[in-house]
């Protein structure tokens, strides 16, 4: 199998890379980027169809990782999100037509006033840039006639990304509840799931994927040595950032690190 990895250089993609088995991986980078053995860099840029011909000759699959999110240019989220997604789209289906399309996309797309936990069947209707942009994207892939599967992440950490460490600043500008839980998922388990759907096991499908115990945010800072005033008042939007993972365990998804407590036990935070 020959993959093409985008957003290798990324948080996540410089993660994955690594965990791809048995693959020949090439990673599309710019200005000359380089990327860790045996991966092989091919420069392209989204934007410039012309260079994304090259990186995908005899490409058997495509894991398509870019995107910007830590931003408020929001005309910047969706140039690169939606724009340069369908230059991707376009450029697979005219070079490599048979490639498997695998598109990262988040948790974040579903309704903060949900009535369960988030499923793929859902309606969405996100209020930020940032996941709408995925949403739109998600649905051009859908409607491409490729052979896509849309993987939807929720608070990615792990492999001192230092993600986590950065929550408690999120939770007290957000003026978060201390109950409010999120469904997470570690590295080594994006790779678990990626791997899987290589395999064909989502193909044509959006399946949520996450660990098997979404957890307080007053847990989760304390796990990183922060504190924050604690409350019995009623919660809103309790299924907020919490997802449905039931579809991607019956596709044969299981997570190697099944908690957060299992990560911080064995020191893979």
Known sequence: MTILLTGATGLVGS???PRLAGADCRALVRDGKTVPA??????????DPAS?????????????????FRTRDEDLIWKSNLEGTRSLIAAVKANA??????????????????????????????????PASKVAVEKELRESGLNWSVLRFPFVYGDGDGHLEELPKHVVAGKWHPAQ????????????????ALSGAMDGRVVN????????????????????????????????????????????????VRTVHQAMAEKLL
């Open 15 to 17: 993660r994955l890379l």
């Open 52 to 68: 994304l011909a090259p990186a995908l000759e005899g490409v058997s699959a495509v894991i398509h990782l870019a995107a910007v």
């Open 209 to 256: 994927i996450s660990d098997e115990a979404p957890t307080s945010v007053y847990e989760l800072l304390q796990l990183v040595g922060e504190t924050m005033e604690s409350s019995s008042e009623p919660l809103s939007n309790p299924w907020y950032l919490h997802v449905d993972g039931s579809l991607a365990r019956s596709l044969g998804f299981q997570p190697k």
């Open 97 to 130: 037509p048979d490639a498997r399309f695998i598109l990262a996309s988040t948790s974040n797309v579903y309704d903060k006033d949900n009535p369960h936990p988030g499923r793929e069947d859902d309606a969405v209707n996100p209020e930020h840039a940032y």
């Open 38 to 47: 045996p991966a092989t860099a091919v420069e392209g840029d989204l934007f």
């Open 181 to 196: 839980r999120m469904s997470t998922i570690h590295h080594l388990d994006v790779a678990t799931a990626v791997n899987l």
